[in-house]
């Protein structure tokens, strides 16, 4: 019998267990370990931060199916690593801390053979002075809780420009100088400018992008060049175009560094210091590491061995400057080196470096994206840790067979530009690679332009909304929900 | 010079039967692009 521990429930995390379970016998164990008692599916957050979804359209709760399914759930979070057990624990073990029921803040060790790090991020709010959901009259749609609160927040805003004949501002972008997810942001910004025609008020507010992106449309994956319609077009160019057509004004290359009561601070590429004042702001906050310690037999501290940040990974970390970057420098099994028997997919594991290329202000400070990692490669990335980890237990002995570089990988990215059925929008791109491989596509970009496209209208609003119902459909392991791609 | 959406490119992009020959096309667009190919880099 085999243990597989998951650590993580999110789009990752549940992806892998459920493909372990489908796969292998009922004789070898598959257990989750999650702080929260739900999945959410997370890209919809941005419909809940309008009010046009409820929370209870993205959530689910995990252990009603997982019983259904055979796979074992405990709802604690990991808080330190053992690799190779303790003097009194021969097997590897996690350590873990409860989270709800009897047990709640009690802790535990969870053994296992096989380990799954799909903790995702830690949203970190306290790297930007002054932001915090909900205060300061700053906001976030990174998980439900958050999104219904900044629906309430617009809400608030909308109900008083109804009734009243003031003016508002509305900032919305990245509030760390390194933050990510530009297109969370992206897609939030055009479904509020969308909202705010619908409820009558647009032409009393001014909206302003800010973000830490040297041009328009990086996304943290150093822009793109494009087919779009019979034109080939740089993302820059697309969302300028998107923007003015909206008349949302944007800030490039600018690092949120403190927030006050509607006022966000900020640094640009220029080393200049400037001040922007909203009455409403959803900023993404910066995606850190949990800070997760490990140790060994002896009760050492072996953090590095495992951690960078996220989790080391079969990446090549060797520091060099951005032209010397290769996609080769990409994970490609997601295998902790030191430790075959631990995996990290999806956000959790620590990239070699940026994908866009690191820029400092003249004050020497860093503002540039981190790498996204999107739901797509969070799902297949899991998938194939999931598929090894199958082969490694059926052939009793570690295989790497299935591997999945995000340098050689598409992803498709779905941007809500506005909630509704007949009204709504969305901008569809594609990417491929996710990483731009400057040698094999030398002359557009990086990427194959035959499958790197853009596209605006409706019908990318009824894809986004399939995927939301189709996404929802295969995370609750519903007949055939393996035929749904990642 | 920023590109611009004409009048005629908006109602396009909102007219629900060109929209859903697009839907269509889109979706074996995407599967096409990111449902297979995913591999590794190194030798
Ligand atoms: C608002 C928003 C919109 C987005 N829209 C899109 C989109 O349209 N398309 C797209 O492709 N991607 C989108 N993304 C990105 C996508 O949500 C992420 O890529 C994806 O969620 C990453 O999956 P993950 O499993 O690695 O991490 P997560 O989804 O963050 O999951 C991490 C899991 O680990 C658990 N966990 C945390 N700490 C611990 C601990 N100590 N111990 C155990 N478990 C722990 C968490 O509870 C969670 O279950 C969006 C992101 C945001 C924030």
């Known amino acids: 019998m085999t243990k597989i521990v998951v650590l993580g429930a999110g789009i990752s995390g549940h992806t892998a267990a459920s493909h372990l379970r489908r796969k292998l016998s009922k004789k070898h164990e598959v257990l989750v370990v999650s702080p929260n008692s739900n999945y959410q599916w997370i890209p919809s957050n941005i419909w809940v931060g309008i009010g046009r979804m409820n929370r209870e359209d993205t959530v689910f709760p995990l252990e009603p199916l997982y019983k259904r399914k055979g796979i074992g759930f405990i709802q604690a979070k990991v808080v330190t690593f ?12 996690v350590m873990v801390e409860y989270t709800s029921g009897d047990k709640k803040g009690r802790q535990g060790k969870v053994t296992y053979d096989f380990l799954i790090n799909a903790t995702g991020p830690k949203l970190a709010f306290d790297m930007t002075e002054g932001l915090l959901p909900g205060t300061n009259k700053a906001y976030s749609v990174c998980t439900y809780d958050h999104a219904e609160h900044a629906w309430a927040g617009l809400k608030a805003l909308i109900e008083k420009l109804k009734s009243s004949d003031e003016r508002a501002k509305i900032l919305i972008g990245t509030g760390h100088p390194k933050a990510t997810c530009q297109g969370a942001a992206f897609e939030y910004i055009l479904n509020v400018e969308k909202e705010l025609v619908r409820y009558g ?46 008349n949302i004004r944007w800030i490039a290359g600018a690092g949120i560094t403190k927030v006050e ?29 949990h800070g997760f ?7 050492k501290d072996i953090t590095e061995k495992l951690f960078k940040g996220f989790m080391v990974v079969d ?15 990409w994970p490609e099994t997601y295998q902790n080196p030191s430790y075959p028997n631990i995996f990290a997919p999806g956000i959790a594991f620590a990239p070699p470096h940026s994908i866009s290329k690191p820029r400092k202000s003249k004050n020497g400070t860093d503002i540039f994206p981190s790498p996204p990692r999107t739901g797509m490669p969070s799902g297949i990335t899991a998938k194939l840790v999931a598929d090894n980890i199958i082969d490694s237990v059926k052939h009793g002995k570690i295989s790497l067979h299935h591997k999945g570089s995000m340098g050689n990988m598409g992803a498709a990215c779905i941007a809500s530009a506005g909630y509704g059925a007949f009204q709504g929008n969305g901008i569809s791109m594609t990417t491929f690679p996710i990483v731009p491989d400057y040698k094999k596509y030398s002359k557009t970009g990086g990427r194959d332009i035959q499958k790197t496209f853009g596209d ?11 995927l939301h119902y189709a996404f929802l459909y295969k995370a609750k392991m519903k007949p055939f929900w393996w035929l749904i791609p990642e | 010079m920023t590109h611009l959406i004409s009048k005629a490119e908006k109602a396009k992009m909102q007219n629900p039967f060109i929209q ?8 074996i667009k995407i599967i096409g692009i990111v449902g297979h190919g995913h591999g590794g880099t190194r030798k």
């Open chain 1, 82 to 93: 053992h690799p190779e057990g303790d003097s009194d624990e021969e097997m590897p073990f």
């Open chain 1, 201 to 246: 008020v647009r032409n009393k507010v001014d909206i302003t992008w800010l973000s830490n992106e040297y041009l328009l449309g990086d996304f943290g994956m150093d822009g793109m060049l494009l087919t779009y319609g019979k034109e080939v077009m740089k993302s820059s160019e697309m969302v300028e175009m998107v923007f003015t057509d909206r």
């Open chain 1, 261 to 289: 009561e509607g006022k966000a601070h900020y640094e640009n590429l220029a080393g200049e210091y400037k001040t922007e004042e909203f009455d409403f702001a959803m900023l993404i906050p910066a995606f850190s590491g």
């Open chain 1, 293 to 299: 310690k490990a140790y060994d037999k002896g009760n």
């Open chain 1, 315 to 329: 990446a090549d970390y060797t520091p060099r400057p951005y032209e010397e970057w290769t996609v080769q420098d």
């Open chain 1, 456 to 466: 605006i209208g409706l019908a990318g609003h009824w894809v986004k909304l399939s």
């Open chain 2, 20 to 27: 859903f020959f697009k839907f269509v096309w889109l979706n």
